[in-house]
């Protein structure tokens, strides 16, 4: 009888024992989780695709623990703004160095800036049509024509596309800055909408085709 209880009571401390190593291990797993080194990258908020431009909207930053972290992750926001994504990228993934391309190598090809949808057209353009050449990659512009003088009396200007993206001026793909040689240029390639590109290729045969540069600050809320 005595032997029963002495198994009996060792039994109940065995289990008292597991119960209390692993009450003690879960706590210790628990702070070990909580005093892990947390990081911040930056992520992708929704699904991308291949050559598409990022902006802030489509970024956010987001929490991964330190151990563990891929050297190439994006820490910065601005270090994404900006670039075009080199693949598609699935909702939620943390951006690498190599999934980004920049204003190099999207200055090779005119092509990888021309977002779904759209089409890039250049039209001629002369000194004053393109605001003296002040006019810049990136710019936003609306489209004026003018049809060509018949002899039947001044012909009417009508504003043909509003709000149009510049995708390069001349030969020139990128926006100058102070080391960038002056060079006049006589076309401008447009990002027109897959709908309106026959609408300007006829515009620039049967007349004139004006530019009116948009401001940059007020691009977002205006008309």
Not at 193 to 207: I, S, Y
């Amino acid at each position: 009888m005595r032997s029963k209880l002495i198994m009996a009571a060792a039994l109940v401390m065995g289990l008292c024992t597991t119960f209390l190593f692993f009450n003690y291990m879960k706590k210790f797993d628990t702070a070990a989780a909580v005093q892990a080194s947390m990081v911040e990258v930056v992520a992708v908020k929704a699904a991308v695709k291949k050559n598409q431009v990022l902006d802030a909207s489509q970024l956010e930053l987001v929490q991964v623990p330190e151990l563990g972290l891929h050297p190439q992750a994006v820490r910065m926001l601005a270090e994404a703004e900006g670039k075009l994504a080199g693949g598609e990228l699935a909702a939620g993934e943390v951006l690498l160095a190599h999934h980004l391309t920049g204003g190099r190598e999207e200055s090779l090809f005119v092509s990888r800036k021309v977002q779904e949808g759209f089409r890039g057209v250049s039209v001629g353009v002369n000194f004053v049509q393109s605001v003296s050449n002040l006019i810049e990659p990136e710019d936003m512009v609306d489209v004026v024509f003018t049809p060509a003088d018949k002899g039947t009396g001044p012909a009417a200007s009508i504003t043909l596309l509003e709000n149009v993206r510049v995708l390069a001026v001349g030969r020139r793909m990128v926006e100058a800055d102070k080391d960038t040689p002056y060079a006049e240029y006589s076309a401008v390639t447009l990002e027109v909408k897959a709908a309106d590109t026959v609408k300007l290729v006829h515009a620039d045969e049967l007349g004139t085709v004006s530019l009116v540069l948009r401001g940059r600050a007020v691009q977002a809320g205006s008309p």
